[in-house]
């Protein structure tokens, strides 16, 4: 109870806001309580009045039950209003929040866990824990409202409370038991829903891939068996609540039997009044059924807020994935000058990928880096851009170490364009403003005509605001890269890195794409991992890597002479 008081106050902190919510929510359920423990006692005067024909007290209450009744719809409509009021609220900040989060987790730790992970907790377990303030509330107040009745009925016969207490007791300890066994299968089927969500989430965004690959039964066959896996986990954990419901329900029908024994006799005895033990015996469901209920679900919600507050939590207190760390120093001018000091780098702390290597480029120059397939040309930038912290070694921007740097000296400073850009389920507006809010139409369309794509936007029916789907499902390889080169020369950055940005361009529209870049030269640094060579030909330096190292340095002519692994690789393309 400890760890469930601590954890409301801290999720309170995301809507507090939204108290006064909660302050009409209680108002509204303290009238429903009143209204829960009158109503039974003044059913059973009215009963008692029709049947002694007494018609004027009969019409007086049953104006009163008519105006408890009013009462009962306003409390319900103040409460229902304000619930949900403070649920989408909370829900909506603690999201906010979350997803500022998320783009804070280091890419090793986004690398190593599936995208459902965060979905999950980023919709489901944000609406376990607003739910702790409106259904769990509810809950907590029924138990209140029970506790009254146990009250009236204390007053009116103790025989009859200390029977109700006993049977509260017992079936309430049934409800406990399983609530335990219910949530222990709950914890269980959670972590399969994220591995089916991430699957889903696969399945949505490389439905191209799997098509292409011709693994459609391959891909469902996974997904079907986790999805099998999740249900079955369901399945058992709903007939633990079936088992035990069935248990419950067939006791409260013998207990309630009991219960009208009882009566029979108090009122034989002349213990109890004819209306008395209509009253008591209305009370049976707020003692037999919504007091156990109450118990055993608001545990159970407790449970649900706590497990959902660790997945939640585990996110915005660092207690789970690691957070991007940066430096609070911040270069006002960049120039654009960045060094790589022995830097040794591993992906999975075996295999290094970047073995002390070493490197320098100056400001305003363009740069190019040629090597076999998993060379490490493709790391460099990503440590560049601080996506992975290096293992040792250093690497400076201006003559500062990167790690003493704030954010956005960094990446405000550097743009990637990679060989896959992810284009945003927007319009060609939009993807643009991302970078820059208040681009106009005007530099965006100056950006795509360099980068060769206006021609193909104006020939679309909704030009510049057509939307180009998930990832860009709409527009081809070459397309995607084009708009990602726009997107960059629309941000304007001193560092530009193309990561075999032009691999997927036809010769001409790769020679337009050239002549792009050679109108950056000298106002920009800029780094080219060629996929080409025709590429990087005319780049002030290019260096050769093989297994993490720079193997040799110089312009395209000098290489050529002095570097045989650079030349049979240039004479390997010239002979496709």
């Known amino acids: ?17 939204y108290k006064k919510c909660l302050i009409y929510e209680t108002i509204g359920s303290a009238f429903g309580i ?9 059913a ?31 409390k319900t409509v103040l409460i229902r209003k304000n619930t949900q009021k403070f649920t989408v609220g909370i829900t909506e900040k603690m999201q906010k929040q979350l997803g500022r989060e998320i783009l804070k987790i280091t890419q090793t730790d986004l690398d190593n866990n599936s995208t459902g992970t965060f979905v999950q907790r980023m919709t489901s377990d944000t609406d376990e824990l607003a739910t702790m303030f409106t259904t769990g509330y509810g809950r907590l107040i029924g138990l209140i409202s029970s506790l009254g009745t146990f009250i009236a009925i204390f007053v009116i016969n103790k025989i009859v409370f200390l029977y109700y207490v006993l049977v509260a007791i017992i079936l309430t300890r049934l409800h406990l038991s399983k609530a335990k066994e219910v949530n222990r299968k709950d914890k269980e089927k959670r972590l399969k829903q994220e591995r089916v969500s991430g699957l889903t989430t696969e399945l949505v965004r490389g439905t191209r891939d799997v098509k292409m690959l011709n693994a459609k039964d391959s ?5 079907n068996e986790n999805i099998k896996e999740k249900n079955s986990l369901y399945l058992s954990m709903r007939n633990v609540d079936i088992s035990y419901n069935f248990f419950i329900d067939v006791l409260s029908e013998l207990f309630e039997f009991i219960l009208i024994i009882i009566f029979i006799y108090l009122i034989k005895d002349n213990v109890l009044t004819v209306a008395m033990a209509i009253a008591l015996y209305s009370y049976r469901n707020k003692v037999m059924s ?16 706590n497990l959902s507050f660790n997945r939640v939590f585990s996110i915005l207190d660092n207690k789970e994935f690691k957070k991007e760390k940066f430096g609070k120093n911040k270069i006002e001018n960049i120039k654009g000058d960045f060094e790589f000091k022995d830097v040794e780098f591993s992906y999975d702390n075996d295999v290094k990928v970047l073995d002390k290597l070493n490197f320098k480029v100056k400001a305003n120059t363009t740069v190019g880096f040629v090597g076999k397939s998993g060379a490490g040309k493709t790391t460099i930038f990503s440590l560049l851009c601080k996506m992975y912290d290096i293992d040792s070694g250093k690497i400076t921007i201006d003559g500062k170490d990167i790690n003493d740097l704030d954010e956005d000296s960094i990446r405000g ?12 389920n927007m319009s060609i507006v939009d993807n643009m403003k991302l970078v820059k809010e208040n681009v ?62 032009t691999s997927a361009l036809d010769n001409e529209t790769q020679s337009k794409i050239q002549d792009a870049i050679n109108n950056l030269k000298r106002d920009y640094t800029i780094l080219i991992i060629a996929h080409r060579f025709s590429t990087i030909l005319n780049c002030d330096e290019i260096f050769y890597m093989e297994s993490g190292k720079i193997i040799a340095s ?20 010239l002979e496709k």
Request: neutral net charge; charged residues 25%; glycine residues 6%.
């Open 290 to 305: 919504d007091f156990k209920s109450s118990v055993s679900s608001l545990l159970e919600e407790a449970h649900k807020f």
């Open 413 to 424: 400073n550097i743009t990637i364009i990679g060989q896959s850009p992810y284009i945003f």
């Open 554 to 573: 110089g312009s395209h002519k000098e290489l050529i002479k002095k570097c045989k692994e650079y030349k049979k690789l240039y004479e390997t393309e």
């Open 219 to 223: 891909f469902i066959k996974v997904l």
């Open 1 to 17: 109870m400890k760890e469930t008081i601590r954890n409301l106050k801290k999720v309170y902190e995301y809507g507090k806001e």
């Open 440 to 501: 106009t139409l005007d530099e965006i369309k100056e950006a795509c005509k360099l980068a060769c794509l206006d021609d193909y936007i104006e020939s679309l029916p909704n030009k510049y605001d057509t939307v180009v789907g998930e990832g860009g499902v709409t527009l081809s390889g070459g397309q995607k890269q084009r708009l990602a080169i726009a997107r960059a020369l629309i941000q304007k950055t001193e560092i530009i890195l193309f990561d075999e940005a």
């Open 34 to 42: 009143a209204i829960g423990i009158l109503l039974p006692i003044l």
């Open 44 to 74: 059973a005067k009215q009963i008692v009045y029709l049947t002694n024909n007494k018609w004027e007290q009969l019409i007086y209450m049953s104006v009163v039950i008519l105006i408890v009744g009013f009462i009962g719809a306003i």
